[in-house]
């Protein structure tokens, strides 16, 4: 799982949201901390520590391999919302927001192997 080594959170959390779509609230929710705590994040006041920077390195990983694997950011956007049957009819966002980013990266990771869930 990697870490993330940041000096700023700002170009991490404002790719998550251009590139995914991604609120600052399912950000929050991925990663088990407040919606505050992602806000003072993104205006530079704060950095995550312990197992939030350990999360947000698996968040950032898995940004980077839905753009890897799926090509241009809307493609990402489409599959994040799509119901998917590896997590029961739940699509990968709301896998996020239940903090459940081990699911999701197994799911994506299923159709990078060819497994059509």
Known sequence: MPEVDILSCTPLIEGLERDLGLS???IARALDVDRRT???WHANRSLPQGKARRRLGDLVALHERLLAVLGPP???REWLRSPSL???????EEGLRAGRLDRVRA???GLAAGVYL
Do not use: I, K, N
């Not at 590896?86 to 990968?92: A, I, K």
């Open 24 to 26: 600052l609230d399912t």
């Open 86 to 92: 590896y997590l029961g009819g739940f699509s990968p």
């Open 107 to 109: 799911d994506l990771d």
């Open 38 to 40: 992602v806000e003072r």
């Open 74 to 76: 809307e493609a990402a």
